[in-house]
Structures are given as structure tokens and as C-alpha cells.
């Protein structure tokens, strides 16, 4: 994950994007698993939130999906976990980046986690 991270990071939020032109985080999330796991996702923050297995905070791994509610009730923004309360998103501000599940913005936007890979 950081390998696709590396590859990835800083490239701009782009709203139906998917490629290093400009990815949003659905996208960013459905090309990552394509790309490194060989699983085909739903395209969008919804679908990729009705699949998987839901996790307790604490049951949280690497490779995980973790959803958020921004800019409309229910799941509107997802990232991958990936460990010591880091994940990797498309963030509409700055791009494919890492933050912290704990920071002051995404907190109180935590709706939690979805194990996918096996």
C-alpha cells in the first residue's frame, strides 16, 4: 500500500476521476484494489460501503476500507487503513495523501471500517 501510495501521492482530487490527471477517493480506492489485490470494486463511496465485512474500531488492518460522512449523511468519502490509524485517500483539498483517523477534521467524520481483502 505504500508502494501505491508512493506512486500516487499528490496527484489532484478530481471529481470521477481515476487516473494521475486527477483521482477522487472512490476512484483512487477502486483502481488501488485493481491494481494490488486484483479485486474489482463498485466505482463509487456507496457501493464500496455496502461490501465486505464491518469491523469494530480496534479490528482495523492494513488493506482495510475506511468510510466517512462529508459533504452528505452516510457513507460520501472512503480511504484504505493502513495501520497506527493512517489512511491513504483522495483528499478533495490536497490530493492522494495520508492522514490520521484521530486528526480534528476526519474524527468526527469516522463511520468506520470494512475488511475486503481475505
Not at 65 to 72: E, K, P, R
Not at 84 to 108: C, M, Q
Request: net charge neutral; aromatic share 12%.
Amino acid at each position: 500500500l505504500l508502494a501505491q501510495y508512493h506512486e500516487w501521492q499528490g496527484v489532484p482530487y478530481r471529481a470521477g476521476g481515476q487516473s494521475k490527471r486527477g483521482v477522487d477517493c472512490s476512484g483512487f480506492v477502486q483502481l488501488t484494489f485493481r491494481e494490488r489485490f486484483g479485486l474489482e470494486l463498485p466505482r463509487d463511496t456507496y457501493g464500496q460501503s455496502k461490501i465486505g465485512d464491518r469491523l469494530s474500531d480496534d479490528g482495523l488492518q492494513p488493506g482495510d476500507l475506511v468510510f466517512f460522512t462529508t459533504y452528505a449523511p452516510g457513507a460520501s468519502h472512503c480511504g484504505i487503513y493502513l495501520g497506527d490509524g493512517e489512511f491513504i485517500h483522495a483528499s478533495s483539498s490536497k490530493g492522494v495523501r495520508i492522514d490520521n483517523l484521530t486528526n480534528s477534521y476526519w474524527a468526527p467524520k469516522y463511520l468506520g471500517g470494512k475488511h475486503i481483502v481475505k
